[in-house]
């Protein structure tokens, strides 16, 4: 079992719309209400602009009146009466998963969906179900008592439809998913890998081109990891070892921004700073190794580049894969932020920086960037914490 002050729920999802659609017919969405949290993906019928009204509704329906406790027979009846009527099918219709989660147990409630995947220990755990009606609709549930590096996968038809009349005859079934995954190791993976690899998979036996909008959403249990950022300076140079002396006795992963703060740093530590000359990339400049500190990067360039790449995986998750094949410091720095932090704490310095004199990057430019880092995380799930000094 796991405790939850201890632990991280940590998800990656990935939606790819039908090749040739503007947008995706599924939809997932998370709530949240004090101790419970719901996940919801739907598949509407059909593809496009339909589909996607019918799976938002149903989704948006589901996962609130579930997290404020309403019955499912009540929460499923009301988002049958409240769908739109197809025009051309003459029918209401969209498949949906629901996994809460509550006191370290997972309840999945599965309507028409492929069931969803649960690993264990890197292997497929077999868990019971149970089949009921909810006026028309046969409905699974299932309740799995968690522990520390579960995984529980849930997918549309997308998914164990893909590569049909294509590279695989009869699908990526669920059991050849779960094969997958248990060669892949995926219990050493973060969600957001294991959610991207699905998807390269699908995307590949479909030869690139999608029959169906296709979503997979990957949920983990997992230990948490912090992870302290000291970014400029302190105001006060008579301050210097006494916020050295807290950043350095904060257990995590350190990472230390900008040229002055690491030659500050250098100097505290009383170890070298050597250049690493195979991660530069791009306009990104070179990253340095230091004892005691995990990465040494430059500032404000670096930042704002991270910045640009977590946001761009909001956008397209996608890119994860991409990104962890690169070497440069944004690109480290960001795959770092993404995938393996869970607690964020920014000690951001106020000191004026005199090589910045005469440029744009002034301090309010620097606040600005790590604003708006902080609220990109904050859309990644991670908590963050600033202290100014």
């Known amino acids: 079992m796991f405790e939850r002050q201890m632990h991280f729920i940590e998800t990656g999802c990935v939606c790819i719309n ?22 919801v993906l739907s598949d509407g019928l059909g593809s496009g602009v339909k589909a996607n009204i019918l799976s938002t509704l149903t989704a948006t329906i589901l996962g609130t009146m579930l997290s404020h406790d309403i019955p499912l027979d009540e929460c499923v009846g009301t988002v049958a009466a409240s769908l739109p009527i197809c025009r051309t099918r003459k029918l209401a219709y969209s498949t949906f998963t629901v996994l809460q989660l509550e006191r370290n147990v997972a309840h999945l409630v599965q309507y028409d969906n492929p069931s969803a995947i ?20 046969e409905i699974h549930e299932s309740s799995v008592p968690l522990q520390e590096n579960d995984i529980l996968v849930l997918m549309t038809d997308g998914v164990t439809n893909a590569g049909i009349g294509k590279l695989a005859e009869n699908g990526w079934g669920t059991n050849d998913l779960a094969e997958f995954l248990e060669r892949l190791e995926a219990n050493e993976l973060s969600a ?14 479909s030869e690139n081109s999608l029959d169906d909008d296709t979503s997979v959403l990957v949920v983990k249990i997992r230990s948490r990891q912090v992870v302290n950022m000291m970014v400029g300076p302190p105001e006060n140079k008579n301050e210097d070892d006494s916020i050295m002396n807290l950043f350095f006795s904060k257990n995590g992963i350190r990472v230390v921004c900008g040229g002055s ?16 000359s195979d991660s530069s990339g791009g306009n990104v400049p070179y990253m340095s190794q230091m004892d005691g500190v995990d990465y040494v990067t430059e500032g404000i360039l670096t930042l704002k580049k991270v910045l640009e790449l977590c946001t761009a995986y909001l956008e397209d998750p996608m890119i994860l894969l991409d990104l962890c094949r690169e070497t440069d410091a944004a690109s480290q720095l ?56």
């Open 118 to 137: 649960v690993m264990r220990n890197g292997k497929r755990l077999v868990y019971e179900t149970q089949v009921r009606f909810v006026g028309e609709k």
């Open 261 to 276: 703060t690491a030659h500050a740093v250098s100097k505290y530590m009383n170890k070298p700073l050597r250049m690493l």
């Open 192 to 205: 957001p890998r294991i959610a991207a690899r699905i998807a390269d998979g699908c995307k590949v036996l």
């Open 18 to 39: 039908k090749t040739g659609e503007p947008i995706c017919g599924d939809f997932f969405r998370l709530f949240e209400n004090k101790d419970k949290k719901v996940f």
């Open 334 to 389: 960001a795959v770092l932020l993404i995938e393996r932090a869970t607690d964020i704490n920014i000690y951001f310095g106020m000191a004026a920086n005199v090589s910045h004199e005469g440029t744009e990057i002034d301090f309010d430019t620097k606040l600005a960037l790590i604003k708006q880092l902080e609220a990109c995380l904050n859309r990644l799930q991670k908590q963050i914490k600033i202290s100014f000094c």
